[in-house]
């Protein structure tokens, strides 16, 4: 695989682990008073696997993300643990990420298509 390939690999790959990272987020919000209801969240480190993949096991289209419940949250009463001021905070530096992610993909492709049109 190119150098190309693997940056547009990695940025797209980024880019779908923020979308999913925003809809967990979301998820845990409109659930923050549901009865036993967990956080639930992405683990940095499965975006880290998606784009340190060796080249024969890259397909930038098969990227697969899985949500796991956060540990070591306060739990409440009715045993709902979803903090709202951290579901908030999450959901705000989650889409600075997207739109710097967003914001580089689209300077990459500039700089593609000045390179191809001379």
């Known amino acids: 695989m190119t150098d190309i390939s693997q940056q547009f690999h990695a940025l797209g790959a980024a880019i ?15 659930n923050v008073n ?36 956060t540990a070591g949250l ?9 903090d709202l001021d951290r579901e908030l905070a999450m959901m ?3 889409a600075l990420a997207y739109q710097t992610l967003t ?3 689209g300077s990459k492709m500039s700089i593609l298509q000045s390179s191809i049109s001379g």
């Open 16 to 30: 779908q682990f923020a979308h999913e990272s925003h809809r967990a987020t979301g998820q845990n919000l409109a």
């Open 74 to 82: 306060a739990e409440r009463v009715d045993g709902n643990n979803v």
């Open 34 to 69: 549901t009865p036993n209801y967990k956080t639930k969240e992405l683990p940095f480190e499965q975006l880290l696997s998606q784009i340190t993949q060796p080249d024969a096991e890259m397909d930038s289209m098969a990227v697969q993300f899985q949500l796991r419940e």
């Open 92 to 94: 705000k530096k989650n």
């Open 103 to 105: 914001q580089l993909l």
